[in-house]
């Protein structure tokens, strides 16, 4: 019995002497370089290469689009506004594309409805609302690819729009709910406000600046044209109000 | 050091002069002359303990460990919590450039890989955490709990000396308040448990009370059996007990006096550890099976008392550690020319010396933490009642008999008695003891192990070194 008591003692150090052993030849390799070393990778410097069947962001090669929306239809959780319009030569194009990317989660039936394989997951799955910088020095929200987001926000309104997008519905005063609609997409949805975000391709962006002069300048022309014709239409009343004056002047004259 | 007392009573004096009542005075010129440095030094210390291990934890796991915080982060955290919302970004900027510049960037460096400044991160996460107190505790002894639990760990200090001249109070029952004053751990843990009012908790507590009363006995024997062999329960003279003089300094230590000593360091080692609660005796925080044990319900600075109450606590038994069995604050050579030096330079060698053991300690603790897995209860139980508590009273008896046998031959040898406190043996007497008990522990352990079957294949295997991967 004295002998079973030793020998447990002995054994129990023994197995500890070698476990001791075993951590300490891992803690030897890893500071001294040897072997494999350390195992982890730094995320944020350091990054892996996705595998390829990766569900990352969603990308759509918008000219092969064909606005059938059974992207929408599958997706689960409606993040797709999606619209469609003629072009010069009569032909259908997808016009809007927006997926609500804070919605999306990254189940890939939607690519899998897609019939021309236009709606596909790729590699990326970072979303920096703060650091994400274009070549023009302009900022985007949720995006990897910000030359197709047809909204633009300088520094200051992208620091106005994280403060106000952490707000609670009913904390948004007046002044930050017109800020909101006045940071709206030209196309008339405040998809900023919900988080959205517009996949155009380059060409498509040049095509939406091009349409946003237009529509500005259209919208010029007809104020000044208004404000020709309600000119017109005073220098006229003035005119007759004149004429008027004129007329009765001497009507009145001889009165008194 | 006497110096300093005089500044201490004076200091009271003055309290008192100022209208304060006596006792007042003494505690309040306590707190400014012992509390504070003791905290200052200590505090600090725990701090970067809990660092050191992260970085230990790290490397037997194939990881880095804490490696991002830095100036940067540091500077922007002060920004964040100091600035409206409008300068952040330029001020942000501005610590990228800051931390560009050479010597800066270097520091940063440092600071970061080796993980240093995640402790200011950390301090701040858990200074900004809510104040969260659940409903249903006892409010009572759930906000009572984390304060016990810091002042069981730091009451023991009082006594630990960190050189001839600094020590809190060179109270003559040393041991016994190291023992007292460490019970209130017990108590803290048992308050949070019960006070949570939530079944983890309470299992954690009645595990940990369990636990700690059992360890005591284990620790109890070791310590009266240095103690015994040392002649005082005063750990100054303990340490003075294991001067050696010569360049050799440490024959004098317990460690090498005996076998038995070398067994009861590694009973009170194992002991003491499971008082505190560390991994692999750590039943009472039992992650995978109580949530968090008994401080479930602890969140923000009282998790953190606890957390510092646990690192102070290895820091505590690094301590013992030293002065029962490794000759305390003394150099393991030529401890004769540093008691010559004045006592300023002898201080601070001292104290730099007793740390360094503290470390080397507290740094074992960690490698134990990492190396093995948690017993259940039972199994640490078994351990305390079945294993460490007879172990300790035999290396106690054993003891005794060597200084019996000790005494007798100095007195025929050299024709005089053992002088107490004298720990240490004579030369012959010293042999004598390291071949008989030496040779009985090791024909025991040959007879042991071939009483039984022979090790399973499976820790045979274990015990030679596996193969490596190409
Ligand atoms: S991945 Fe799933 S959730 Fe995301 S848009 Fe596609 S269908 Fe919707
Ligand atoms: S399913 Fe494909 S083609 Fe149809 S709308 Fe969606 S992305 Fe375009």
């Keep these: 019995m004295l002998l079973a008591w030793v020998r447990d003692i002995v054994e129990g150090v023994e197995s500890f002497v070698v476990g001791m052993g075993s951590t300490a030849r891992f803690a030897y390799e890893n500071w001294s370089g040897k072997a494999t070393g350390a195992m982890t990778l730094e995320y944020p410097a350091q990054k892996q290469a996705m595998p390829a069947a990766f569900r990352g962001h969603l990308f759509n090669n918008v000219s092969n689009c064909i606005t059938c929306k059974l992207c929408a239809k599958a997706c689960p959780v409606d993040c797709f506004v999606i619209e469609g ?168 004259e001889p009165k008194p | 050091m006497n110096g300093f007392h005089q500044s201490f009573l004076a200091t009271a004096a003055w309290f008192s002069s100022c209208g304060l009542p006596g006792w007042l005075g003494l505690v309040l010129a306590g707190v400014v002359f012992y509390a504070v440095p003791l905290f200052a030094v200590v505090l ?238 750590d039943t009472a925080e039992a992650e995978s099976e109580l949530v968090s044990g008994f401080n479930t319900e602890m969140s923000g600075l009282r998790w953190g008392m606890f957390a510092m109450a646990e690192y102070t606590e290895t820091f505590l038994i690094g301590a013992l550690f030293a002065v029962l069995f490794l000759g305390g604050y003394q150099s393991p050579v030529g401890e004769q020319w540093i008691l010559s030096l004045p006592p300023l330079a002898e201080t601070v060698i001292h104290v730099a010396i007793m740390t360094a053991k503290c470390l080397v300690a507290i740094w074992v603790m960690m490698w134990i933490r990492w190396t093995l897995p948690r017993f259940r209860i039972d199994q640490v139980m078994r351990l305390a009642w079945l294993k460490l508590v007879p172990l300790a009273l035999v290396c106690l008896f054993g003891l005794a008999l060597t200084m019996l046998l000790g005494a007798r031959i100095e007195q025929v040898a050299y024709g005089r008695l053992l002088s107490a406190p004298s720990a240490q043996l004579p030369l012959i007497a010293w042999a004598l003891s390291w071949l008989l008990a030496g040779g009985a522990i090791i024909a025991l352990v040959v007879a042991a192990k071939r009483s039984g079957p022979p090790m399973p294949a499976a820790l045979r295997r274990l015990t030679t070194a596996p193969a490596r991967k190409a």
């Design chain 2, 44 to 281: 600090p210390i725990a701090g970067l303990g809990q660092i050191f291990e992260r970085k230990i934890a790290a490397a037997m796991q194939r990881r880095i460990g804490p490696s991002t915080t830095g100036i940067v982060g540091i500077l922007r955290l002060t920004v964040n919590l100091a600035l409206p919302w409008k300068a952040k970004a330029e001020c942000n900027r501005l610590a990228e450039r800051l931390v560009a510049f050479g010597p800066v960037a270097l520091l940063d460096r440092l600071l970061t890989r080796t993980g240093v400044a995640q402790l200011a991160a950390d301090g701040v996460k858990m200074i900004g955490k809510e104040d969260l107190v659940p409903s249903g505790v006892d409010g009572w002894l759930f906000r009572a709990a984390p304060y016990l639990a810091i002042a069981g760990a730091f009451l023991p200090f009082v006594v630990v000396p960190w050189s001839q001249h600094l020590v809190g109070a060179d109270l003559s029952i040393g041991l016994v308040w190291v023992a007292a004053a460490g019970g209130l751990t017990a108590v803290a843990i048992l308050l949070a448990g019960w006070g949570s009012n939530n079944k983890w908790t309470m299992l954690g507590g009645m595990r940990a009370v369990a636990q700690i009363v059992s360890y005591e006995i284990p620790v109890g024997l070791c310590m009266a059996a240095v103690a015994m062999w040392c002649g005082t329960l005063s750990l100054q003279q303990m340490v003075a007990a294991q001067y050696h003089p010569g360049v050799l300094s440490f024959l004098g230590w317990n460690l090498i006096q005996s076998p038995f000593m070398v067994i009861l360091a590694g009973t009170f080692y194992l002991a003491a550890i499971a008082e505190c609660q560390r991994t692999p005796f």
């Design chain 1, 85 to 252: 319009e003629r072009n010069e030569e009569n032909k259908f194009r997808t016009s809007r594309f927006d997926i609500d990317l804070t919605k999306c989660i990254y189940c890939g039936l939607c690519t899998r409805a897609c019939p021309t394989d236009c709606l596909t997951m790729q590699g990326g799955f970072e979303l920096d609302p703060v650091n994400t910088v274009n070549q023009r020095g302009q900022r985007f929200l949720f995006t990897q690819r910000p030359d197709q987001l047809d909204v633009r926000l300088e520094g200051a309104e992208v620091d106005r729009l994280l403060r106000v997008s952490s707000l609670k519905p009913g904390e948004v005063g007046a002044e930050d709910r017109a800020f909101l609609d006045r940071i709206e997409d030209p196309r008339g949805t405040a998809i900023i406000a919900k988080f959205g975000v517009g996949y155009y391709t380059a060409d498509e962006v040049k095509q939406v600046d091009a349409r946003r002069e237009e529509l500005k300048k259209a919208k010029e022309a007809q104020a000044a044209a208004a404000k020709a014709a309600a000119d017109k239409a005073k220098a006229e009343a003035a005119a007759k109000a004149a004429a008027d004056a004129l007329a009765s002047a001497p009507a009145q």
